[in-house]
């Protein structure tokens, strides 16, 4: 595999941080070298918390960061010197322990399973979704060890009888079946109201049992100064500030969705790994044959087709630079540039000069399913509304491209580049 083709894959992108190593994170031993220093802290404590509390009834370790973070490359990481103790370290604590690392997202357990090899300790069995998991654990009686949670905020928080999900909370149920649990968690990427947390209902349940709690704070995704980083937060709280400047991260407004797509063509042709995204805001059906369409004024190109035999993941494939890609399609995947349509869900307020968001538009209602349940059903609708755009727009690692379908958002975006770009 060519070296940029290499460095563009998920699977090595999982494995080893894309940026380049600090001196000071060269230091690390041979065996720990592709973690920085904070990873590499953060993992001895998890390993030391797990043989700390081998025989608890149960604890708990809680992971938090943001998207681009390397929370699955931490967790990957974990998990892998977990299986060698497990089954090839008869000195450790941890040795013969039953094992698993549960991912939600079926493009992300394929990257998982796809880093197993016959030279390391992992087997394609050790990598479960949380469903399956449950369902197998309650039907045997069986209880696992330690039980690794990628993306636990995307764990369902009621029953779900679509998922074959029947119990009342996939978190309660896991840990029920498992000694020690560590979750990766991020609430900026909850997506559906069946899977709605709030901070202080995940404490409670944790605060049962011992528990460590643990933060990421360093950006591997965007190659940026953190003025990027910090519009792009700004945004996910309907603010609209400056565009950011950075002369290695290209961030460009356009006015029509049809020039969008070509820029992104075009570094897909240069650079690799540039597709096309959309919010949620056109039509799409599951399990349909059919295409479906995203569609604005001079613009059409398919959604993703739904291919879960695929051994590619989506942004990898060649054919996935002629669709478009869904939050569940792109979630935890990079992408070196990223062309989003913002659709009619995302408008503007010009008195409070802020997002406007407008559920009614947000054509994935299915997410907003339970919401009624709740006290403030429009305010959850729009913060899982917030959430995928925020997904969406965290995807870039060197250039973010917008077009938003809403003239008065197109327009004060548009003003923003003027006013910061001069002639662009």
Aim: charged fraction near 20%; glycine fraction near 4%.
């Amino acid at each position: 595999m060519p070296n940029a083709q290499r460095q563009n894959s998920a699977l090595y992108k999982l494995t080893r941080p894309a940026n380049q190593l600090t001196a000071e994170q060269h230091q690390l031993t041979a065996e720990q070298h592709q973690l920085t220093a904070e990873q590499h802290q953060l993992k001895t404590a998890i390993i030391n918390f797990c043989e700390q509390n081998r025989n608890a009834d149960h604890a708990t370790f809680l992971i938090k960061g943001a998207a681009g973070t390397g929370k699955s490359v931490i967790l990957n990481s974990v998990f892998s010197t977990l299986q060698e103790l497990a089954r090839k370290t008869p000195t450790s604590p941890l040795y013969q322990t039953n094992n698993k690392l549960l991912v939600n997202h079926p493009e992300m357990l394929k990257l998982y399973q796809n880093n197993v090899q016959p030279t390391n300790a992992l087997l394609k069995k050790d990598f479960q979704r949380p469903t399956t998991f449950i369902n197998q654990a309650s039907k045997q009686e069986t209880r696992a060890d330690i039980v690794l949670v990628d993306e636990a905020h995307l764990l369902l928080t009621h029953s779900d009888p679509y998922n074959h999900f029947r119990q009342d909370n996939q978190l309660d149920e896991i840990r029920k079946h498992s000694r020690i649990t560590i979750l990766i968690f991020d609430e900026q990427q909850v997506l559906k109201v069946k899977s709605y947390w709030q901070q202080q209902q995940l404490l409670a349940k944790l605060q049962t049992g011992p528990y460590q709690l643990a933060q990421l704070h360093h950006q591997f995704r965007i190659q940026a100064n953190p003025s990027v980083e910090s519009w792009l937060q700004a945004f996910h709280k309907q603010q609209i500030e400056s565009l950011p400047q950075d002369p290695h991260f290209e961030f460009k407004i356009f006015a029509d969705a049809a020039q969008l797509y070509a820029a992104i063509r075009q570094r897909n042709q240069d650079s690799g790994l540039a597709r096309l995204l959309a919010t949620y805001d056109f039509p799409a059906t599951l399990n349909d044959p059919h295409d479906h369409y995203v569609s604005t004024p001079h613009f059409k190109l398919r959604w993703d087709r739904y291919q879960p035999t695929a051994k590619t993941y989506w942004a990898e494939r060649e054919d996935s630079i002629d669709e478009v890609g869904s939050v569940y399609t792109i979630q935890g995947f990079d992408l070196n540039y990223a062309g989003v349509i913002l659709g009619p869900s995302i408008g503007y307020d010009p008195q409070q000069d802020c997002l406007l968001i407008k559920p009614e538009y947000y054509e994935d209602q299915a997410a907003f399913a339970g919401a009624n349940r709740f006290d403030n059903p429009t305010q959850i609708k729009t913060q899982i509304i917030l959430n995928s755009l925020y997904v969406l727009m965290s995807r870039a690692r060197n250039g973010l491209y917008l077009y938003a379908l809403d003239p008065a958002l197109q327009k004060r975006l548009l003003a923003l580049q003027t006013a910061t770009f001069p002639g662009q």
